[in-house]
């Protein structure tokens, strides 16, 4: 069978219909040409990274975390420190303790006991006790009253109110005749602590109760 062609008017022949041919007609599936050229369209070049940072700019804060983006880090709260405790007056040097405060508190506590005579000293002399003749000098609060008749001692042997301590007595105007051993179960000697133990220590000879 011979090939059937098409003859215009003009006698040229016209290509097949059946034949697909080229058209500047963008189709359903085919985008236009022109919309993606940058040269034939300037706003091609700008539409899509418009898009793409509107798209970013609705990306909640945990998408942009796992993308890796940069996260601001908040410094670690320092723990609050703890406040330094004033120092105590049993923190003073040895002879500025005695003499500030301790002397001060004997005569307060034993005036409350009725004593108003008393007669404070604070020395550095030998133990007046037969036995401690050849002992070193040490530091001694000397209390006396009713003229004279009624004397404590508080021996401090190291000048340091934590160190060894030790008591002695003695009456009518004699002189002591033991060394006690003064508040020595107290891990910690304060002040009140070393105004009780000579109240307690007078009372137990009934210096102070009134019968």
């Not at 983006?69 to 303790?97: C, I, L, N, Q, Y």
């Not at 004593?115 to 401690?132: H, T, Y």
């Not at 000697?189 to 019968?211: E, M, Y």
Request: proline residues 9%; hydrophobic residues 35%; charged residues 30%.
């Amino acid at each position: 069978m011979a090939e059937e062609t098409n003859h215009n008017e003009a006698g040229e022949i016209a290509p097949s219909t059946d034949s697909p041919a080229t058209t500047d007609i963008p189709t359903a599936n085919a985008p236009d040409p022109t919309a993606v050229n940058p040269e034939a369209n300037p706003n091609a070049a700008e539409e899509k990274p418009a898009k793409e940072a509107k798209a970013a700019a609705k990306k909640p804060p945990k998408a942009e975390a796992e993308a890796g983006g940069d996260t601001e880090e908040k410094p670690a709260k320092k723990p609050a420190g703890k406040k330094e405790k004033a120092p105590g007056v049993e923190d003073k040097p040895f002879a500025d303790f005695v003499k500030q405060d301790y002397l001060p508190a004997i005569t307060a506590a034993l005036a409350k006991q009725g004593v108003n005579d008393l007669q404070l000293s604070f020395e550095k002399q030998k133990i007046p006790i037969i036995g401690f003749a050849k002992e070193p000098e040490c530091w001694q609060i000397i209390g006396s009253w009713n003229k004279g008749l009624r004397q404590f001692r508080v021996y401090f042997f190291n000048e340091d109110i934590q160190g060894q301590r030790a008591f002695s007595f003695a009456e009518n105007g004699g002189k002591p005749s033991t060394l006690e051993p003064f508040l020595i179960d107290e891990r910690k000697i304060t002040l009140d602590l070393l105004v009780f133990g000579v109240i307690q220590r007078l009372n137990a000879q009934k210096w102070l109760v009134r019968n």
